[in-house]
């Protein structure tokens, strides 16, 4: 089965500054697509940034990035230049690709709560 | 209104009570789901529905009903419930097809039984 683990339950940052938030995950899949949600105090989850298996290159939205080590089944996210309004709970997810009919199910890690300091 | 919305937001319910969440998306989907989140934990998924039919029950009680009229519109009937069974329940929609297939969360209910 798959796992996602957020080894992280918070973290902290200084606003203006970059924090990484790490995720690692099990699967025994070679295609899959994994995911960084966040959801903000208000609750509504939001989807930041979303990242093929089979890419090599990193995911890039923004001020938002990840690293991608398929090997070592780690994909982090890196914040850079935080703001205020970053302060909020980040999901990492994996989710099987299913090819033609996929509605997989999403697998989500514990989630890691984010502070922004102005 | 866009995106995916759900009412009503906060509910609070006695272990007799019967009552029903609705999610709403105005995105086009053909997917819809069922996400419990509760205190410290992962979300754990319920139903998913393609296309009005279901594909996924992970396991939940019966005391939980799911419906989907269309592919619109997602109801969770809920009776009998446990005091556990308090938690956030959110609801999400996506194209449910295509290898790049993406969900998208309404804001979620919030639900304590007394």
């Known amino acids: 089965a798959q796992t996602v683990t957020q080894s992280q339950p918070e973290m902290s940052v200084q606003e203006a500054e970059t924090v990484t938030l790490s995720c690692t995950y099990d699967?025994?899949?070679?295609?899959?697509?994994l995911f960084w949600y966040k959801q903000p105090p208000s609750r509504q989850m939001i989807l930041v940034i979303r990242?093929?298996?089979?890419?090599?290159q990193n995911a890039t939205e923004n001020r938002f990035s990840v690293n991608f080590q398929k090997a070592a089944k780690s994909f982090s996210l890196k914040i850079s230049d935080s703001q205020l309004g970053d302060a909020a709970m980040y999901f990492c997810?994996?989710?099987?690709?299913?090819?033609?009919?996929?509605?997989?199910?999403?697998?989500f890690g514990q989630g890691t709560i984010l502070t922004v300091h102005p | 209104e866009t995106g995916v919305t759900q009412t009503p937001r906060h509910l609070v319910m006695g272990m007799t009570n019967k009552k029903s969440l609705k999610c709403e998306q105005h995105?086009?989907?053909?997917?819809m789901y069922w996400y419990k989140q509760s205190a410290k934990k992962p979300l754990e998924l319920m139903f998913v529905?393609?296309?009005?039919?279901?594909?996924e029950n992970n396991s939940v009680p019966s005391r939980f009903s799911p419906e989907c009229p269309n592919s619109s519109h997602l109801f969770l009937h809920l009776h009998t419930l446990q005091p556990e069974d308090s938690a956030l329940y959110l609801c999400?929609?996506?194209?449910?097809?295509?290898?790049?297939?993406?969900?998208?969360f309404g804001p979620g209910t919030r639900l304590t039984v007394l």
């Open positions: 999400a929609s996506s194209q449910g097809q295509g290898s790049s297939d993406t969900q998208y």
């Open positions: 699967t025994s899949e070679s295609d899959y697509y």
């Open positions: 990242q093929e298996a089979y890419k090599q």
């Open positions: 997810a994996y989710r099987i690709d299913a090819g033609g009919t996929s509605y997989g199910k999403l697998t």
């Open positions: 995105l086009g989907h053909n997917a």
């Open positions: 529905y393609n296309f009005k039919e279901q594909t």
